[in-house]
């Protein structure tokens, strides 16, 4: 498999601040979202999307028209990415705006998770799907939020002001936003189910 990490960007939220391009092997966007690039004077390597929201694009970039519409962009872009051979994946512009994108990104990346690492930013913080034995530096006085999705049993925590000893998250009962990390370093096992970890400055 081809360990390049790839920067994607949706037609979400723009960033405020854009990361350092340089520790990117490529650069993507769905085609709402290139024209930020452009803007930007950033080059992406690859577009793709039905073209519904934009129909200028850089004549550099590689362009793929995926006009159907029983996938969004984003997992037509992911399709394209995992059979290539890319499997660490950077995703901005996944949150913001109309909140049923957001969503339906999650339920993306879910799909994915199983074959792709991907990371969500925003304008906050990161935010992924947990793998069952996780832990994480460098989070000391961050929020931290657990959201089930939409159960997860069997989870225990450590670094975290409001710790969890083997207990059950549901989105029907029971979610565990708003946490704060009082070590440097936490940690997060659980033994069934989808978690959602939002790390947030």
């Given at each position: 498999?081809?360990?390049k ?7 979400g939220?723009e ?5 350092n ?12 979202a290139s024209?930020f ?19 200028e694009?850089?004549d550099d970039a ?11 962009d984003?997992?037509?872009?992911l ?7 890319y499997?660490?994946i ?5 949150s913001?705006k109309?909140?049923?994108?957001f ?6 990346a879910l ?8 990371t ?7 935010y ?12 000391l ?8 999705f ?6 225990t925590t450590?670094?975290?002001q ?7 998250l549901?989105?029907?009962?029971r ?11 936490i940690?997060i096992q659980?033994?069934e189910?989808d978690?959602?970890?939002f790390?947030?400055?």
């Amino acid at each position: 498999m081809n360990h390049k990490t790839i920067f994607l960007l949706l037609n979400g939220e723009e960033p405020n601040v854009l990361p350092n391009f340089s520790t990117y092997d490529l650069i993507c966007a769905t085609d709402g979202a290139s024209s930020f690039l452009e803007q930007n004077r950033i080059k992406a390597d690859l577009i793709t999307g039905d073209f519904d929201s934009s129909s200028e694009h850089s004549d550099d970039a590689e362009i793929i028209h995926t006009p159907d519409q029983n996938f969004t962009d984003f997992d037509k872009m992911l399709r394209i990415l995992f059979d290539r051979g890319y499997t660490k994946i950077d995703v901005f512009g996944a949150s913001g705006k109309e909140q049923d994108h957001f969503l339906g990104n999650l339920h993306t990346a879910l799909k994915w998770k199983n074959d792709l690492k991907i990371t969500f930013f925003d304008n906050h913080g990161t935010y992924f799907f947990c793998p069952n034995n996780f832990t994480q530096k460098n989070v000391l006085d961050k929020t931290v939020s657990l959201f089930p999705f939409p159960t997860c049993k069997g989870i225990t925590t450590k670094g975290l002001q409001y710790p969890l000893k083997n207990e059950d998250l549901s989105f029907h009962e029971r979610i565990g936003t708003r946490n704060k990390a009082i070590e440097d370093e936490i940690s997060i096992q659980f033994k069934e189910g989808d978690l959602v970890l939002f790390i947030n400055d």
